[in-house]
């Protein structure tokens, strides 16, 4: 597949283009930062946040798909929060609309359900309980994504990424962590699952300390293969990690973030 990948030049980004890569796709860059030296293909340098240079990407990549990554992984105020998730995500469908492309898949977050409380697996029909500004643009994001799905026939897949890591670091990780090798299997499946319409899966690696439902992900063709418990032995266990399993955000339903919107 032809697919323009947003945020490549990111820590998902650069090995969601080499995986995809790797698998015979053919990848085009896109980020606010200059390719990494060790790019090989287009690349444009664009910010998403502004409609008329997202569509110009759009027109000339043509791609088959879209795989939106750009984005602040972090906390920020609430303006911030918007544009870098809902307003970048509603460019790239306004210019995928125009240009007839029909696919997307989304880096979407656990923080859109964070404030979840932790008692049983939570499943993609959960309510959206955001924990930050963070995860209210990701809500945004996903409506989005279901509006445009629902007027345009657009096939999106959003992923609520639990933590992508090269391995798990605290007790919470055993449950949220996705490797790098089960995040490329997600994306490639959002890409390829027959007609998604619009499409929630959970973005982790088949942890068995799971919090999340993967069912909804393996309906869509996601297996992932890599589960944290491997690296038990190697994580120590924290004070904090009880709060930090009390409600599926972890840190950041904490008082840390507590702040006001303006
Ligand atoms: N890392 C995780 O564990 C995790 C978990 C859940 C969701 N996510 C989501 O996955 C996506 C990628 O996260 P990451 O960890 O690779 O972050 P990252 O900060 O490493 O990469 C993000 C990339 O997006 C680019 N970018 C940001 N705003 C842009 C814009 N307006 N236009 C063009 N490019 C822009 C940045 O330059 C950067 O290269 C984000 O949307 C993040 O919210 C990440």
């Known amino acids: 597949m032809r697919v323009l990948l947003t ?3 990111g820590s998902i980004g650069r090995v969601v283009t080499a995986g995809l890569s790797d ?19 287009p690349w444009h340098v664009a910010d998403c946040t502004d409609p008329a240079e997202t569509a110009a990407v759009v027109a000339e990549a043509r791609p088959d798909g ?45 923080h859109a359900v964070g404030w979840t ?34 007027r345009h026939g657009l096939d999106v897949v959003s992923c ?9 670091e605290t007790t919470r990780h055993l449950s949220t962590w996705l490797s790098p090798a089960d995040c490329v299997r997600m994306v490639e499946a959002g890409l390829t699952a027959p007609a998604p319409g619009y499409a929630v899966l959970y973005g ?3 942890n068995t300390r799971a919090w999340w439902d993967l069912a909804p992900g393996r309906a869509l063709g996601y297996e992932p293969q890599d589960d944290a418990e491997d690296w038990a032995d190697r994580v120590e266990t924290r004070p904090e990690d009880e709060v930090e399993g009390s409600v599926v955000g972890g840190p950041f339903a904490g008082a840390r973030f507590h702040r006001p919107a303006f």
């Open 7 to 9: 945020g490549a030049a």
């Open 23 to 41: 698998r015979g796709h053919e990848v085009t860059g896109l980020d606010l930062a200059p390719a990494p030296v060790d790019h090989d293909g």
């Open 66 to 110: 879209v795989v939106h990554l750009a984005g602040n992984p972090d906390e920020a105020d609430l303006a911030g929060s918007l544009a870098s998730h809902a307003l970048t995500t509603a460019a790239l469908l306004d210019a995928m609309v125009g240009q007839g492309v029909r696919r997307m898949v989304y880096a979407s977050s656990n």
């Open 117 to 150: 409380p932790r008692s049983e697996l939570v499943g993609t029909d959960t309510r959206p309980r955001p924990d930050t500004f963070y995860g209210v643009a990701k809500v945004a994001a996903e409506a989005l994504l279901s509006l445009y799905a629902d």
């Open 160 to 168: 609520r990424i639990g933590s992508f890591l090269d391995r798990p």
């Open 204 to 206: 982790i690696s088949r």
